[in-house]
């Protein structure tokens, strides 16, 4: 029996940003996950209006959300100073500087 050298284990979450970029989805993988930092941070700071708001757009510097009521929009422009801080404080967090939110119009989202 021929003895198999083996390989050091690696997490399979260190392996995705090379196969993101070799794949040429370096750009989306970053997106993904400011978005899922951004839903993670509105759940712990502002857990009344999770499942009410969602990032649509991140552009540079500005991160663009939609809120489905104005009371959310109006929550969120309370509390931008603490989300745009934790934001940039954390890991998944991109440097933005400025919120943008809008007001979902009505009808169904598509």
Do not use: N, W, Y
Request: glycine share 8%; net charge positive.
């Amino acid at each position: 029996m021929t003895e198999r050298k083996k390989r050091p284990m690696v997490r399979l979450s260190d392996l995705i940003p090379d196969a993101a970029r070799a794949l040429g989805l370096e750009d989306e993988l970053r997106r993904s996950r400011a978005m899922a930092t951004f839903d993670a941070i509105v759940a712990e700071r502002l857990p009344s209006v999770v499942g009410a708001c969602r990032v649509t757009r991140l552009d540079g510097s500005a991160l663009d959300v939609e809120a489905d009521a104005p009371i959310v929009a109006q929550e969120l422009r309370l509390h931008q100073t603490e989300l745009l801080t934790a934001f940039a404080a954390s890991p998944g967090g991109l440097g933005v500087g400025l919120l943008r939110i809008h007001v979902r119009r009505t009808g169904p989202r598509v």
